[in-house]
């Protein structure tokens, strides 16, 4: 991948889909050249044949040449970015970033060859010239700042879910890693799986009919609370006013924000459905090709100026797509779970597609069909789309050959936008008329301070 400082080339289409989902496209594939001279070959090779639309349906193997390991480069160290790390290890790590010297400590110990930073922007301005890609796995409110910084450097970027934490923000970095050609995936791990791939043939091959109306919902809580009445001593191994990054500045409060409940806070999160629509709203999102809702409205407890609900239901409206009608999408979360859908009892997490010839649960490892006498002897379409050589496999492939990933920022970024939209319409009180081309709640200007924020000095995202 050249990095955008030393070259002017175009990058490659993004935004064309694939049976097997969305893609995008970069390849910094190793060979003898010179670091800097073989970047700049495969990526041009690698633009020209995605310009001239050459893709396979069928997913490639993965890369296991010793010598094609990528130099990747590590935002955040421990829970889901441990795991993130697991899923790349056998890549070359070559730095990483962590707030918390504890954190940093234990993995540098792991990867004593990889230089170790407390500050993202500084790793990033130091190492991206030698390195090729970037995971980001921190609290919301980093997404973006992390993420725009790395694709204008020119490192293809692997960020965890939700993309970003405004909607202007997914905006911004799918239209810089469009720009850029770089390979990117959000971490929403869970699209990788078989059964989410077998429900979205069953849907578009129509087997419950034309679907007009869905439900997804999760029964878990992130958010309540109040602000705590004293401040606390800063642990010695935690750097706070980087930890805060582009929020504004607050005293540091033992248990309530790092490491394990920032979720529930405006300032770094998004609640439970900042958390977990990603996941769940995705399958529908990949089955009925869905993108930017017309209208969103939201209920829920009264709202607070610092966390976020216990408990939310949240309506949308999607326009038609091609020869799929209209459709209803509503999402539950907390005390909002719903206990029966369509007339089914329901466990606690879920999606329910109704159609016109039947409905289907499904969730991360299952399907069911209903009603159950309908599809009793029911056989599955034909598999289309091929299964996932891994999400984080999927990824790394893309940065060394430029073929798809599934969850692409232009994919992920839409699926973000709408998935907070929810928190918007429910932090305005309002139905919300909504222009998702131009980011914009025709009938609602109070909601445009939930759309975009203000960023501390030296931590702006900008297109």
Same mark, same amino acid.
């Given at each position: 991948m050249l990095n955008p400082r030393k070259s002017k080339t175009a990058s490659a289409p993004q935004d064309t889909p694939l049976p097997e989902g969305p893609h995008q496209s970069a390849s910094v594939k190793g060979s003898s050249l010179p670091r800097r001279s073989r970047r700049e070959a495969l990526q041009s090779a690698a633009g020209l044949v995605l310009s001239a639309g050459v893709f396979s349906s069928v997913s490639a193997a993965p890369s296991s040449s010793a010598n094609d390991k990528l130099k990747i480069l590590c935002v955040g160290t421990a829970n889901r970015a441990a795991a993130n790390i697991d899923g790349i290890e056998s890549q070359d790590i070559v730095g990483l970033c962590d707030v918390d010297s504890n954190y940093l400590s234990r993995v540098s110990a792991r990867f004593p060859s990889a230089k170790t930073y407390a500050d993202y922007r500084e790793m990033i301005s130091q190492e991206a010239d030698s390195a090729d890609a970037i995971v980001i796995a921190t609290a919301d409110h980093h997404h973006a700042p992390a993420s725009i910084?790395?694709?204008?450097?020119?490192?293809?970027?692997?960020?965890?879910?939700?993309?970003?934490?405004?909607?202007?923000?997914?905006?911004?970095?799918?239209? @810089?890693?469009?720009? &850029?050609?770089?390979?990117?995936?959000?971490?929403?791990?869970?699209? @990788?799986?078989?059964?989410?791939?077998?429900?979205?043939?069953?849907?578009? *091959?129509?087997?419950?009919?034309?679907?007009?109306?869905?439900?997804?919902?999760?029964?878990? $809580?992130?958010? $309540?609370?109040?602000?705590?009445?004293?401040?606390?001593?800063?642990?010695?191994?935690?750097?706070?006013?980087?930890?805060?990054?582009?929020?504004?500045?607050?005293?540091?409060?033992?248990?309530?924000?790092?490491?394990?409940?920032?979720?529930?806070?405006?300032?770094? $999160?998004?609640?439970?459905?900042?958390? &977990?629509?990603?996941?769940? &709203?995705?399958?529908?999102?990949?089955?009925?090709?869905?993108?930017?809702?017309?209208?969103?409205? *939201?209920?829920?407890?009264?709202?607070?100026?610092?966390?976020?609900?216990?408990?939310?239901?949240?309506?949308?409206?999607?326009? *038609?797509?091609?020869?799929?009608?209209?459709?209803?999408?509503?999402?539950?979360? $907390?005390?909002?779970?719903?206990?029966?859908?369509?007339?089914?009892?329901?466990?606690?997490?879920?999606? &329910?597609?109704?159609?016109?010839?039947?409905?289907?649960?499904?969730?991360?490892?299952k399907y069911k069909l209903f009603p159950k006498e309908k599809f009793a002897d029911f056989e599955p379409p034909k598999e289309t789309i091929p299964n996932s050589i891994g999400h984080h496999a999927e990824w790394i492939q893309a940065c060394k050959e430029g073929t798809p990933t599934t969850c692409n920022f232009d994919y992920s970024g839409a699926l973000t936008e709408s998935v907070l939209l929810g928190n918007v319409a429910f932090r305005t009180g309002k139905q919300l008329d909504w222009d998702g081309e131009n980011i914009q709640a025709t009938n609602c200007p109070e909601a445009d301070q939930y759309l975009r924020k203000e960023y501390r000095q030296g931590w702006e995202v900008t297109a």
């Open positions: 910084r790395a694709i204008n450097a020119g490192l293809h970027c692997y960020c965890e879910k939700p993309l970003t934490h405004t909607i202007e923000e997914a905006r911004i970095i799918a239209a @810089a890693a469009k720009k &850029m050609g770089v390979a990117t995936q959000m971490g929403t791990q869970i699209h @990788a799986v078989n059964n989410y791939r077998r429900v979205v043939e069953i849907v578009q *091959a129509g087997v419950i009919g034309d679907i007009k109306e869905v439900h997804v919902w999760v029964g878990k $809580g992130w958010g $309540g609370g109040e602000l705590p009445e004293k401040a606390d001593p800063v642990p010695e191994s935690l750097d706070w006013d980087l930890w805060l990054g582009p929020a504004p500045k607050r005293p540091y409060a033992a248990g309530r924000y790092h490491p394990a409940q920032w979720r529930r806070w405006w300032d770094f $999160g998004q609640g439970t459905l900042g958390d &977990m629509g990603c996941h769940y &709203m995705d399958l529908p999102f990949w089955a009925l090709d869905l993108r930017h809702p017309i209208s969103c409205e *939201a209920e829920g407890p009264e709202v607070h100026p610092e966390t976020c609900p216990l408990g939310l239901v949240v309506r949308y409206k999607f326009p *038609a797509r091609g020869e799929m009608p209209p459709v209803d999408l509503t999402w539950y979360d $907390g005390k909002q779970t719903p206990k029966t859908v369509a007339g089914q009892r329901v466990p606690g997490s879920g999606v &329910m597609f109704v159609g016109s010839e039947g409905s289907m649960f499904a969730d991360y490892s």
